[in-house]
């Protein structure tokens, strides 16, 4: 268990006037629902932080606590999404907040300035400043604060020793079987803990087998359900998380996390992936992870979203085609 770019291998080429432009390296494993790695590329042990990539390990506390029993498909999709802060996002995060007693100020994540082209013009046009619901990750600290009051638990519910992070720490390292050997801290601020890459297929391969016989399973399931039945909120219109849980109609759900961590919970397949590119290239893991959905048969290989993430074109300002991209998995 080592650096990140020890023992990666080729897996994405930028291709422009027939020459290979640029080189993106990585890993990826694939396991089955019960931990076991099926197929693998590069490092399978090779130490990662899964970033958002991991928001649904996240979120297991709030269901298995009973905090979050009378949620929505629509609440618990918001509490794993990497939303753009469009108003189908804000709005219902402002509304669950609202259940709790809560307000924009409650929240630990931080102000960002929406995605949503259209809800970041709004925000220009009224002259008002972004709001920490409009942060990427204001579904997931939502949740957090569910879980707290449940607990009853203090407000910095982003501490590392707070009973919400030791909650996610235990449910993290239980459901990739293995101690984490550390933390840093995330955009939104909360503490996300570093695993190997294989371990991290592993947890998605058990999510993908998970059928309700216990209340992890349950949980588990619930989570993959909602992320399926509510694609917009996962991520938003035009992002890849969206596009491909649309194109799969919901039979298998996929994550991004920052620095190019992608994941995927196939239960059809009883099948889990994730992978890592070393150089935090997203188009080079939405390319690996298109690729890899194409060959387990869960993603058509005609489905546009598949061609734009594996091919391209990659186009200039003025729209003409310069290149594409090739994925290499051998």
Excluded at 46 to 72: H, V, Y
Excluded at 240 to 249: F, G, K, V, Y
Excluded at 265 to 293: C, M, N, Q, S, Y
Aim: hydrophobic share 45%.
């Amino acid at each position: 268990m080592g650096d990140v770019a020890t023992g990666s291998v080729p897996m994405v080429e930028v291709v422009r006037g027939g020459r290979v432009e640029s080189v993106h390296l990585g890993h990826a494993v694939i396991c089955d629902g019960a931990g076991d790695v099926v197929e693998a590329w590069g490092d399978p042990a090779a130490i990662i932080f899964p970033r958002s990539s991991c928001k649904m390990i996240q979120a297991l506390p709030l269901l298995e606590s009973g905090a979050g029993r009378d949620l929505t498909d629509r609440h618990l999709a918001l509490a794993c999404a990497s939303h753009q802060g469009a108003s189908i996002h804000t709005g219902l995060a402002q509304s669950w907040l609202g259940d709790l007693g809560l307000g924009d100020s409650d929240l630990r994540c931080g102000a960002q300035v929406p995605s949503d082209l259209e809800a970041r013009d709004a925000l220009i046009r009224a002259g008002d400043a972004p709001c920490q619901v409009h942060n990427n990750c204001s579904g997931k600290h939502t949740g957090f604060l569910m879980l707290g009051q449940h607990l009853g638990a203090g407000p910095e519910y982003i501490e590392p020793d707070h009973p919400v992070q030791r909650a996610i720490r235990a449910a993290f390292e239980e459901v990739t079987d293995m101690e984490s050997p550390g933390f840093a801290i995330d955009g939104c601020s909360a503490p996300n803990f570093a695993t190997r890459l294989d371990a991290l297929a592993a947890a998605m391969g058990r999510f993908a087998r998970s059928d309700g016989r216990d209340k992890r399973a349950e949980a588990m399931a619930r989570l993959t359900r909602a992320m399926g039945a509510a694609p917009e909120l996962v991520a938003g219109e035009g992002r890849a998380c969206t596009d491909l849980i649309r194109a799969m109609e919901g039979r298998a759900v996929v994550k991004t996390g920052a620095e190019a961590v992608f994941v995927a919970i196939l239960p059809a397949l009883d099948r889990g992936i994730a992978l890592k590119i070393v150089d935090g290239a997203t188009r080079a893991a939405e390319a690996v992870i298109a690729t890899l959905l194409v060959r387990l048969g869960a993603l058509a290989p005609d489905a546009p979203v598949a061609k734009r993430l594996t091919h391209g074109p990659i186009t200039n300002w003025r729209g003409t085609v310069t290149g594409h991209y090739q994925v290499r998995l051998g």
